[in-house]
């Protein structure tokens, strides 16, 4: 007898998608996380437009929305001058095929209260000061003691809980890759009166080390070289850089760049996810996206498995999520070593896609894959895509020359001209018409 199905480890912004994906398909689980309290930082600020477009299906886009920003222009200030740059990402106007087109800035720990109430809504919870402690398994399912003391069986156990991950090194994995930097780097959060709020700064030749202040909503996120300053310590760097009074360090953290990845995402019944599973530097805004995507990937399957689906739709997720992660892990690496502040497209994730996956068949339609992102697009009723396909289930498009499009609940196409099958994509619930033919060119 199973005390649950599924036990989610760490209740940062991955394991909070994970559960959310879990409670609106009804599926029992529990989710532990080791803190005592919600984390405080802003740290992972930079939300991707596939991000947001996950969050638009999530039910919390209007809430993540309000609670940021769009991306700052940078200046630089080179001594008495200052160079303004534009913001990191670009400012595009949204299209009926992206209408989340650019970067948007939201303090982690903002990010997690909102996934946190969107799961109290669905009736879910964390269960805070219960760490992950150890495990073993055997084909029934993984018997778990947490640090409480408690011991619980369950079906399955995904590791969301961190770089650090206990759950990952209890099942003998381990993150393989480099630092990218000798230097240890300070990062929080500090109010600082008067800084003009507008623009990100940055002083690239500041003594001791670069220096960068970023806005937020209520405050400035800051990097420093210098390695464990007392609050006294930072607000002393700061205040002489920037010239301003630092009023008060409300949180900060050290960390050392670093590029990282595990070669397998799942043993048995036991996933990784997020950070637990890769590790990047800071440069491009990836990880927490890219965190959450893991998650939005793996929560409809393991709901269709639990509910009598096929078992190998879960080896899917590995095959599916390891080259992407491998891929964004390239991406970030290269950006921090070229101190490139170009963006563009690279970054914003729409162009990811599992075309190689299994789950992916049929013919290319123009640009539309099987694997790629399903784009937005308006239907013969007027009504938009996007809207249709926001909840749990997979999609059927029918373009107006009878083209059949089978959409998963992921928002990835499964199949282009095909008869739909139920058996990898979920239940399909909505057949929807196409007003254009022109879906293959609109796509990203
Ligand atoms: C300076 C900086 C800037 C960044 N900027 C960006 C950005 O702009 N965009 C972006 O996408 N990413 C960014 N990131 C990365 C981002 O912060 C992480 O990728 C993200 O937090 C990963 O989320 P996660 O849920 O996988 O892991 P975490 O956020 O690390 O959450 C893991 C959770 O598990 C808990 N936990 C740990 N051990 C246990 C245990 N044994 N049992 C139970 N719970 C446990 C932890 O307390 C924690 O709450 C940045 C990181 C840094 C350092």
Not at 67 to 78: D, F
Request: charged letters at 20%; hydrophobic letters at 40%.
């Amino acid at each position: 007898m199973l005390d649950t199905e599924v036990l989610i480890a760490g209740a940062g912004p991955t394991g909070l998608t994970l559960a959310i994906e879990l409670a609106r398909r009804s599926i029992d689980f529990r989710l532990i996380e080791t803190a005592t309290g919600p984390f405080a930082g802003s740290r992972g600020k930079g939300i991707q437009p596939r991000t947001l477009e996950i969050f638009d299906d999530l039910g919390v886009i209007r809430k993540m929305l309000n609670s940021g920003m769009p991306y700052p222009p940078l200046r630089v200030h080179l001594g008495p001058f200052s160079l303004r740059l534009s913001p990191m990402g670009g400012q595009r106007q949204a299209t009926e095929s992206t209408p989340y087109p650019n970067l948007w800035l939201v303090p982690q720990n903002h990010t997690e209260a909102i996934l946190r109430e969107r799961l109290a809504e669905l009736g879910g919870k964390v269960e805070l000061g219960t760490a992950f402690g150890s495990l073993s398994q055997d084909d029934g399912g993984v018997r778990v003691r947490l640090a409480t003391g408690e011991s619980l069986t369950t079906k399955y156990l995904i590791g969301c809980d961190g770089g650090h991950s206990a759950v990952r090194k209890a099942v003998g994995l381990s993150l393989n890759g480099k630092s990218l930097s000798e230097q240890v780097l300070l990062v929080g959060d500090v109010e600082i009166e008067e800084l003009d709020h507008t623009v990100w700064h940055v002083w690239p030749l500041a003594r001791g080390g670069p220096v960068a202040l970023c806005p937020l909503p209520e405050q400035f996120l800051f990097q420093l070289t210098v390695p464990r300053a007392s609050a006294e310590g930072i607000e002393k760097v700061l205040e002489k850089v920037s010239g301003w009074r630092a009023v008060r360090v409300r949180w900060s953290s050290t960390y050392r760049p670093a590029s990282r990845m595990v070669d397998r995402y799942r043993i048995g019944r036991v996933f990784l996810a997020g950070d637990a599973a890769h590790v990047h530097p800071p440069t491009g805004g990836q990880g927490l996206n890219t965190g959450v995507q893991d998650a939005y990937n793996l929560g409809w399957k393991l709901a269709h498995v639990l509910r009598g689906g096929p078992e190998a739709l879960l080896d899917t997720y590995q095959e599916e999520r390891l080259p992407v992660a491998a891929a964004v892990l390239g991406l970030s690496s290269r950006l921090y070593k070229t101190r490139s502040l170009k963006r563009g497209d690279a970054t914003n994730q729409l162009a990811l896609h599992y075309r190689m996956s299994s789950l992916s068949s049929g013919a290319p339609m123009g640009r539309l894959h099987p694997g790629d992102r399903m784009p937005n697009v308006r239907l013969a009723d007027g009504a938009n895509l996007f809207d249709q396909m926001r909840g749990i289930y997979a999609t059927e498009v029918v373009t107006q020359k009878g083209v059949r499009i089978l959409v998963r609940p992921d928002g990835y196409v499964s199949s282009i001209g095909m008869q739909p099958t139920k058996e990898y994509a979920g239940e399909i619930t909505r057949r929807v018409k196409c007003l254009a033919d022109g879906l293959g060119e609109s796509s990203q």
